[in-house]
């Protein structure tokens, strides 16, 4: 009779135990699909960024024909129409809103342009037209060709346009935590530039 | 009466272990048809993305998307698994851009991704829509 009291006990002790062990591994699971799912959607997302910025930094490459047809200079007077098309075409490559945020729920913070550069050369004359940090109004200045170069280093010699845009995917875990800092999945800071020469185009 | 009790705590343990194995099992099966559900999807949009892109280039080059390329865009497209597609908003040869315009290329409609479900106790293979609506824009570089 006392050993048939007993084994219910048992009984329920074991039955916790693979209840929690079968929970770990579900949880453990989802963890690993949860991840590899995010990984691939980041690594989808960067690849994105880098053709549309692409495509956008040609899109702004609108030449002044009139002035092609006066003195044979390939450059870009319209500064403003070029911004603009530049950002319109990498709002609707990467499928952004107005705002440049992404419903997608991926990009947190949405995605910053934070250089548009135009370089306008004629004759031995550069001249830099530069749109930062979204402010509507750019800087412009004048160099030699050979003493220009663009942020990522490349002398300009010839009309060049040049982009750079940053964005954050949200990490798996929170920001700085331990298992972010062990396996990688922080948040992800992305910036992306793109050199393009408007005389091919 | 030992050995029965014995006997008895097995069978119970046994059935309550199946239990817990289907469980897991099923719910293991749920978290890896979702993931996979979402792989495919995020790979076909990709390389919907992609073909997209490639005849982005011709309608920059003639200002608008000509009917030849219209036809293997549609058929391109189709093969990669979208249906329903619509060039709704795109610039077409009724009304090409000249050097300097700004031109769209603008494709929706559906992707058909193949999921495998479970429907009284039998593994079927079904597909499920989404809908995609993809808009590009750059500027003419046709004939001013």
């Given amino acids: 009779m006392k050993k048939q009291q007993l084994i219910p006990f048992k009984k329920k002790k074991g039955e916790f135990t693979s209840f929690i062990l079968m929970f770990l591994l579900v949880f453990a699971f989802m963890a690993v699909s949860l991840f590899l799912y995010k990984r691939n959607t980041s690594l989808i997302l960067v690849k994105k960024a880098e053709e549309s910025l692409k495509a956008a930094t040609l899109a702004g490459a609108t030449i002044d024909m009139d002035e092609y047809g006066t003195t044979g200079a390939l450059v870009i007077n319209d ?38 550069t135009i370089y306008n050369v004629s004759g031995s004359t550069v001249e830099c037209i530069t749109y930062e940090n979204d402010v509507g109004t750019p800087s412009i200045i004048t160099g030699s060709v050979g003493s220009i170069k663009t942020p990522n280093n490349i002398p300009v010699t010839k009309s060049t346009i040049y982009g750079s845009v940053s964005f954050q995917i949200d990490g798996f875990v929170k920001n700085k935590s331990m298992m972010g800092k062990i396996f990688n999945m922080d948040d992800i800071f992305v910036t992306k530039d793109c050199c393009a020469d408007i005389t091919q185009y | 009466m030992y050995t029965l009790s014995i006997r008895k705590r097995k069978k119970r343990g046994d059935i309550e272990d199946i239990a817990a194995m289907v469980m897991f099992f099923f719910v293991t099966a749920v978290i890896w048809q979702t993931f996979l559900f979402n792989q495919r999807t995020a790979n076909m949009k990709e390389d919907i993305d992609t073909t997209i892109n490639q005849y982005l280039l011709c309608v920059e080059a003639d200002g608008y998307l000509s009917d030849a390329n219209k036809a293997a865009l549609q058929s391109d497209l189709t093969s990669l698994g979208m249906t329903a597609i619509d060039f709704s908003g795109t610039d077409l040869s009724t009304a090409p851009k000249i050097y300097g315009q700004r031109v769209t290329l603008q494709v929706s409609g559906q992707l058909e991704i193949p999921v495998f479900q479970v429907s009284w106790l039998r593994l079927e293979k079904v597909t499920t829509p989404i809908n995609i609506r993809e808009k590009r824009t750059s500027i003419s570089h046709g004939i001013s």
Avoid: Q, W
Wanted: avoid cysteine.
């Fill in chain 1, 79 to 116: 500064y403003a129409k070029s911004y603009a098309d530049f950002k319109e075409s990498l709002k609707n490559s990467m499928g952004l809103n107005d705002d440049f945020t992404s419903s997608d729920g991926i990009i947190s913070g949405g995605v910053h342009v934070n250089r548009y």
